[in-house]
Nanobody, 122 residues
Framework: QVDLVESGGGSVQAGGSLKLSCTHE????????MGWYRQVPGKERELLSS???????TYVDSVKGRFTTSYDKINKTLYLQMDGLKTEDTAVYYC????????????????WGQGTQVTVSS
């Protein structure tokens, strides 16, 4: 059982910063990506950023230049530094991890944490 646990959410004013953390158990970040999703009530969960084991990082345009994803190999922790927060960033944020599909060929998003609420007020 892969366990992903997020922390660091909270309330902040627009323009402020928060840093989310995600620790994982029973998962080795070596072959497939990890990343961050968020979800607003009534909308689909949105992939914000992913990081590959080789360090390659991608961001969705809406957070590019404001959010920074990183991974601490020693502490096995995924981070999301969020700067310049906007009211539209208000959502539940999820840590996610990929694993191989049943055929063992492709990585796909398989596990999510419980989520942490981020609220940005004007």
């Amino acid at each position: 059982q892969v366990d992903l646990v997020e922390s660091g959410g909270g309330s902040v004013q627009a323009g402020g910063s928060l840093k989310l953390s995600c620790t994982h158990e029973n998962y080795i970040f070596s072959s497939c990506a990890m990343g961050w999703y968020r979800q607003v009530p009534g909308k689909e969960r949105e992939l914000l950023s992913s990081i590959q084991p080789d360090g390659t990082i991608t961001y969705v345009d809406s957070v590019k230049g404001r959010f920074t994803t990183s991974y601490d190999k020693i502490n096995k922790t995924l981070y999301l530094q969020m700067d310049g927060l906007k009211t539209e960033d208000t959502a539940v944020y999820y840590c996610a991890a990929q694993g191989y599909d049943s055929g063992g060929w492709y990585c796909r998003w398989r596990w999510w944490g419980q989520g942490t609420q981020v609220t940005v007020s004007s």
